[in-house]
């Protein structure tokens, strides 16, 4: 999707504190309730969002303050695309235990991914494993309604 396909777009670079995160996803949630976009949908972009930046500042820079990381989003009417870097080594996501296999059960590693890959329409990772792209597709209102 081109750059003047976007309603509304952000680039912003934070600094790798979990408070530091909010701002930038209030913003984006503002602008998709500004769209009307459904209630449901709404939760779970912020659900992902949530998971992902955490994920890059815990994870990825590991609260290092001398790492950043760098949030870019489009929204158009029907879509929100965002994208979250960080400044770490990455990891593989293939190699991520499936946190609903019984043996898996008890540990907290993968829920972030598996919250993020069941709300959202895309998730996928870079090679190095830094940089996540979301993308939520509008649910039709006819469907969210029921």
């Keep these: ?4 396909q976007w309603i509304w777009q952000c ?52 609260y290092d303050p001398a790492k950043h990381v760098q949030i870019r989003c489009g ?4 879509l929100v695309r965002v994208e979250i870097e960080d400044q770490g080594k990455g990891f ?8 609903t296999d019984p043996e898996n059960l008890e540990s907290p590693c993968g829920r972030g991914i598996m919250l ?3 709300f959202m329409s895309r998730v996928e990772f870079n090679e190095t494993g ?12 006819e469907q969210a309604s029921e």
Aim: proline share 10%; charged share 30%; net charge negative.
């Design 75 to 78: 929204i158009c009417k029907d």
């Design 11 to 62: 680039d912003q670079v934070i600094p790798s504190r979990p408070e530091a995160s909010r701002e930038v996803q209030e913003a984006i949630l503002a602008e998709l309730e500004r769209l009307k976009w459904p209630e449901h949908d709404v939760f779970g972009v912020r659900l992902a969002l949530e998971e992902a930046l955490i994920n890059a500042i815990k994870h990825g820079n590991h």
């Design 92 to 99: 593989d996501p293939a190699s991520v235990p499936d946190p």
């Design 1 to 4: 999707m081109s750059d003047s």
């Design 116 to 118: 993020m890959r069941s």
């Design 130 to 141: 830094n940089r996540v792209i979301l993308e939520k597709t509008m649910t039709p209102p």
